[in-house]
T-cell receptor
Framework: ETAVFQTPNYHVTQVGNEVSFNCKQT?????MYWYKQDSKKLLKIMFSYNNKQLIVNETVPRRFSPQSSDKAHLNLRIKSVEPEDSAVYLC?????????????FGPGTRLTVL | GQQVQQSPTSLVLQEGENAELQCNFS?????MQWFYQRPGGSLISVFYNPSGTKQSGRLTSTTVIKERRSSLHISSSQITDSGTYLCAMTGGNYKPTFGKGTSLVVHP
C-alpha cells in the first residue's frame, strides 16, 4: 500500500527550465529525504528534513533547493536544469532521524532534460 | 566517509538455486536496510535489520555488527525474484549510504 506519494511520475523539459517535484507522506513520519538515482542505479542522498528542519544538505549544485511546508510534505525545486540532472528522484520518509530510521520510498519522478 | 560495498555485482541463477548477497560497511553501524527494486520501479523494503537474523518466507537477513557485514539469503529462487537488491546503512552520523546493488537474474 503506497504511503509516500510523488508527483509527477515523469517530466521532460528543456535545458534552462525550472521544475518542481512534490512529495507527500501519510505515515506520520518526522523525517523525509530526497535521493537522486543515476543511470547506473546508484542512490545518493541530497537532502533530509526532520520536523521541518534541514538536517542533511549534501554537496549538490545550488540550483537544487528543497522546500518543506510541514512534516508530511517535502518538495524539490530545480532552477535552470542541466542535462546531467536527468535521473530518477526518489522521496522517502522514516519515523525519525537516528534510531528509528527504517525508510519507506515513493515511486519516484523520472526527469529527462533535453 | 562511510562506504558500503555490495557483492556480487551481478548474479545469474537457475530457478530453485539459492543466492547469498553481501553488504560490507566501513564504519560502525546504526541501522541496516535491504531493498528490492525492479527495472523502472521504486524501492521496496525487504528487511530493516540493524542486528541479528530476520526471516520472511524464503528470505533471511543476517547482520553481524562486529564484522561490519550484512547478508541477504534467498532460498529456492524464483523468476519473480529477478531485480536489483540494494543495502543501505547509517553510521554514527545517521546519514544513509547505499551500496551499488546486486543485479539478480533467475532463469527458468
Amino acid at each position: 500500500e503506497t504511503a509516500v506519494f510523488q508527483t509527477p511520475n515523469y517530466h521532460v523539459t528543456q535545458v534552462g527550465n525550472e521544475v518542481s517535484f512534490n512529495c507527500k507522506q501519510t505515515l506520520g513520519h518526522d523525517t523525509m529525504y530526497w535521493y537522486k538515482q543515476d543511470s547506473k542505479k546508484l542512490l545518493k542522498i541530497m537532502f533530509s528534513y526532520n520536523n521541518k528542519q534541514l538536517i542533511v544538505n549534501e554537496t549538490v549544485p545550488r540550483r537544487f533547493s528543497p522546500q518543506s511546508s510541514d512534516k508530511a510534505h517535502l518538495n524539490l525545486r530545480i532552477k535552470s536544469v542541466e542535462p546531467e540532472d536527468s535521473a530518477v528522484y526518489l522521496c522517502a520518509s522514516s519515523w525519525d532521524w537516528g534510531n528509528y530510521a527504517e525508510q519507506f520510498f515513493g515511486p519516484g519522478t523520472r526527469l529527462t532534460v533535453l | 566517509g562511510q562506504q558500503v560495498q555490495q557483492s556480487p555485482t551481478s548474479l545469474v541463477l537457475q530457478e530453485g538455486e539459492n543466492a547469498e548477497l553481501q553488504c560490507n560497511f566501513s564504519t560502525s553501524l546504526n541501522s541496516m536496510q535491504w531493498f528490492y527494486q525492479r527495472p523502472g520501479g521504486s524501492l521496496i523494503s525487504v528487511f530493516y535489520n540493524p542486528s541479528g537474523t530476520k526471516q520472511s518466507g524464503r528470505l533471511t537477513s543476517t547482520t553481524v555488527i562486529k564484522e561490519r557485514r550484512s547478508s541477504l539469503h534467498i532460498s529456492s529462487s524464483q523468476i519473480t525474484d529477478s531485480g536489483t537488491y540494494l543495502c543501505a546503512m547509517t553510521g554514527g552520523n545517521y546519514k544513509p549510504t547505499f551500496g551499488k546493488g546486486t543485479s539478480l537474474v533467475v532463469h527458468p
